[in-house]
C-alpha cells in the first residue's frame, strides 16, 4: 500500500488557506500514486488564526464541525474524486458535545469508521473534549487499521486490543513535540515489534522560525519487525511511504502461520485488554 502522510507546516495561515493547502495535498498524493492519505491531529485549525484565538480563548466550540459541514464533507468527496483511503483528524461536534476524532472515508466517498481520541490530556480535558467510547479497528480494503491520537501513544491498551481484534497496521496522529528524534524512533520501533504490526507517524512540519534546530518527531513508517521503512525530513509536504500491512511474520516458537496470529490468541487471555 502506498501511503502518503502530510506534514501540515505549522506557519499560521487562516482556516480557508488552509482547507486550500489540505485540499492541494490530496490531489498531490492521488498524483503520486497514494491509496491512502492521512493528515496529522487537528489538521485543519491547527495554528490557525481562527484556531489559535479559539483557544486562547477557551472557546473550541467555534473550531468545531459535524461531519455532515460542508467544510469536512468535502473531504469525503475529495476521497471519492482521487480514488483513494482518506484520514482526517478534526474536532468533531456531535450532539453539542466535542471530539478529537479522526474520521476515515473510502474511495467511494463513504464514511467507513470514526475513530474518537479516548485519553485526554488535562489540557484538552480543560477545553471542553469529550473523550470517546471504544472503538474496534476499522476495516479498509487493506486490512484492518487502528489509529491511536498524540497523547494516547503513552498508553498502549487500546492498541493492544486492536491488534486481539485482528489489526493488521496502526496510525499514529499526532502534533510535533520535542522527544529526540532516537527516543522517537526507538519508540515507535518497540510499539511496532510488539504489536507485529506496521505503524505509520503522520505529524505537522515546524514554522519556519524552529524547522532548522529541530530534533525531535517526524512523519515515520515503521514495518512489523520494529525496522524503519520510511522517515521524512521535517518539512511540509506530502510524503510517500510503502506500507505492508499483510507482512506475516514467521515465529519458531508455535505452530501458527505467522507471529502477529500467535500474539494476537496469547493476548486474547488479558482480561485487562477486555474491558471498555
Same mark, same amino acid.
Given at each position: ?5 502530510? %506534514?501540515?507546516?505549522?506557519?499560521? =495561515?487562516? &482556516?480557508?488557506?488552509?482547507?486550500? /493547502?489540505?485540499?492541494?495535498?490530496? #490531489? ?10 492521512? $493528515?496529522?491531529?487537528?489538521? *485543519?485549525?491547527?495554528?490557525? /488564526? !481562527? ?10 466550540? /467555534? @473550531? ?16 471519492? !474524486? ?8 478534526? !474536532? ?23 475513530? &474518537? ?15 470517546? %467510547? ?7 480494503? +487493506? ?11 503513552? +498508553?498502549?491498551?487500546?492498541? @493492544? ?7 493488521? +497496521? $496502526? ?37 519556519? !522560525? ?6 525531535? *518527531?517526524?512523519? @515515520? #513508517? =515503521? ?5 524503519? =521503512?520510511?522517515? #521524512? ?7 510517500? +511511504? ?14 501458527? /502461520?505467522?507471529? &502477529? ?5 496469547? &493476548?486474547?487471555?488479558?482480561? =485487562?485488554?477486555?474491558?471498555?
Amino acid at each position: 500500500m502506498k501511503l502518503a502522510a502530510v %506534514a501540515v507546516s505549522e506557519n499560521i =495561515v487562516d &482556516r480557508a488557506q488552509r482547507l486550500a /493547502d489540505l485540499k492541494a495535498s490530496v #490531489a498531490e498524493a492521488a498524483q503520486a500514486g497514494a491509496e491512502m492519505i492521512v $493528515f496529522p491531529e487537528s489538521c *485543519i485549525s491547527h495554528r490557525t /488564526d !481562527e484556531g489559535i484565538a479559539a483557544y486562547e480563548g477557551n472557546k473550541l466550540i /467555534d @473550531m468545531a464541525r459535524a461531519i455532515d459541514d460542508p467544510e469536512i464533507d468535502q473531504f469525503r468527496l475529495l476521497a471519492e !474524486e482521487h480514488n483513494l483511503i482518506l484520514v482526517i483528524n478534526t !474536532e468533531e461536534l456531535d450532539d453539542g458535545k466535542i471530539y478529537n476524532s479522526s474520521i476515515v472515508y473510502s474511495s467511494q466517498g463513504a464514511c467507513i469508521g470514526k475513530y &474518537r481520541k479516548r485519553f485526554l490530556p488535562d489540557p484538552e480535558i480543560a477545553l471542553g473534549f469529550e473523550p470517546g %467510547a471504544y472503538t474496534p479497528p476499522i476495516e479498509t480494503p +487493506f486490512g484492518k487499521m487502528g489509529i491511536q491520537v498524540c497523547w494516547e501513544m503513552h +498508553f498502549p491498551d487500546i492498541a @493492544m486490543r486492536h491488534l486481539i481484534e485482528g489489526a493488521d +497496521f $496502526f496510525l499514529w496522529l499526532t502534533m510535533p513535540f520535542d522527544i529526540h528524534v532516537a527516543g522517537f524512533t526507538n519508540r515507535m520501533s518497540c510499539r511496532a515489534a510488539d504489536l507485529c504490526a506496521p505503524l505509520v507517524c503522520v505529524t505537522h512540519a515546524l514554522p519556519d !522560525e524552529r524547522i532548522a534546530n529541530w530534533d525531535g *518527531i517526524v512523519c @515515520m #513508517a =515503521v514495518d512489523a519487525l520494529g525496522r524503519v =521503512v520510511g522517515s #521524512a525530513p521535517q518539512r511540509p509536504g506530502v510524503h510517500i +511511504f510503502d506500507v505492508d500491512p499483510q507482512q506475516h511474520l514467521d515465529s519458531p516458537h508455535t505452530s501458527f /502461520d505467522n507471529h &502477529r496470529a500467535y500474539m494476537q490468541s496469547m &493476548r486474547k487471555d488479558y482480561a =485487562v485488554l477486555r474491558g471498555n
